[in-house]
């Protein structure tokens, strides 16, 4: 069976365009799907934004609403951010604990084969400005997605360690294709962005993936 790996961010915006196409593909083709969890690029190069060009943000922020109007999406900024991160300045806070969080519950989650169903409802909450970091926003969350939030956070309390491996196998399999997000690599062949969705798919009914 084919496989494909699918690396997700909850800060990146344009995973967010990408979920609802992404759980479409997993439903459509006959395809093994593993949802990779990674942290923001942010973390992953804590000096990204600091050394960063001064168009990136700004031009972002106007694509990322224009795909949004395209798609059909809500899209306002997050409220809180996931990352404790200076906008101005670029710098990133040492500690995280909203997305140290997540993406514990995000990994307890894919534990149990609900990985794109609890990103996707999470995304839907963090990129329409919604709540979404409290215990009944991500009760609500959970729910949606046919998880416990007790369960999960149960979970993820006796599995540190594990969580953190996981979290590291997913980054350091994401870098040997690409390092942003989202990223698809179907049996090694990657594909990058939101934007490269439809490519996917094309590739998929190439190959006769399509489910009878």
């Avoid at 951010?81 to 200076?86: E, F, G, H, L, V």
């Avoid at 979404?132 to 416990?148: K, M, P, Q, T």
């Amino acid at each position: 069976m084919a496989k494909l790996d699918i690396y997700w961010s909850f800060r990146s915006p344009y995973s967010y365009l990408a979920i609802d196409r992404l759980c479409a593909i997993a439903q459509d083709y006959d395809v093994e799907t593993r949802f990779r969890p990674v942290r923001p690029l942010a973390l992953r190069e804590p000096d990204f934004f600091e050394k960063g060009r001064k168009q990136f943000l700004p031009y972002l922020f106007k694509d990322v609403l224009r795909e949004a109007q395209r798609l059909g999406l809500a899209f306002a900024p997050p409220s809180p951010d996931p990352i404790d991160m200076d906008m101005a300045s670029g710098k990133v806070a040492p500690d995280q604990p909203l997305m140290t969080r997540i993406m514990a519950l995000a990994i307890g989650a894919c534990e149990r084969e609900k990985g794109m169903e609890f990103a996707r409802a999470a995304a839907y909450r963090i990129w329409s400005g919604a709540a979404w970091s409290d215990d009944e926003a991500l009760r609500s969350i959970c729910a949606e997605a046919g998880l416990e939030l007790d369960d999960l956070e149960s979970w993820a309390k006796e599995n540190r360690a594990a969580i953190a491996q996981r979290i590291g196998q997913n980054e350091a399999a994401q870098l040997e294709h690409h390092w942003g997000v989202p990223l698809m690599v179907l049996d090694g062949e990657p594909f990058f962005g939101q934007d490269r969705i439809d490519s996917l798919r094309w590739r998929f009914d190439q190959r006769q993936l399509k489910h009878s």
